[in-house]
């Protein structure tokens, strides 16, 4: 085995759990990934297979326990670097790390058909859920930003 099968990719060997986690419980993961890309993540499963190593999936980390004992195997971790969100026309495409709070972004857009001509008026729509815990004023607030 090379000095790490992981080495063209961002990984981190014994990562500490509780870095990585929102409520900073958990000892180390043999190994925790962050892809860049789908490309990423399949190479990432496909080395591990190959190591014989069980994988695990996280987003950022909350709503997760992870047991002081830790994680065997590898832990990818998507909501660092794949969270990117793109509109196109009247499609949105969220990576699979985008946060709820981002994707409530908007939805629809109407004004100029052409990029160099200022509308007389213009119009935006944002879809959005409450969380829970989150009010409307809140919800509100986060579109404003």
């Known amino acids: 085995m090379r000095r790490s099968m992981f080495e063209r990719f961002e990984v981190i060997p014994n990562a500490e759990m509780s870095q990585y986690t929102t409520l900073k419980l958990g000892g180390p993961a043999d190994w925790l990934a962050f892809p860049r890309s789908t490309e990423e993540i399949c190479a990432l499963f496909e080395e591990a297979g190959q190591n014989g190593l069980p994988v695990t999936v996280m987003g950022h ?12 195997g590898l832990v990818i971790c998507i909501g660092k670097n794949m969270r990117k969100i793109t509109v196109n026309g009247r499609t949105v ?23 160099n001509v200022m509308p007389q008026e213009a119009t935006v729509s944002a879809n959005m859920r409450f969380i829970p815990h989150q009010g409307m004023e809140e919800s509100l607030d986060i579109i404003r930003k």
Do not use: Y
């Open 93 to 115: 495409t969220a990576q699979a790390g985008a946060m709820i709070r981002t994707t409530i972004a908007f939805t629809m857009q109407s004004g100029s058909d052409a990029c």
């Open 61 to 72: 980390g909350s709503n997760v326990l992870v047991l002081d004992g830790g994680i065997r």
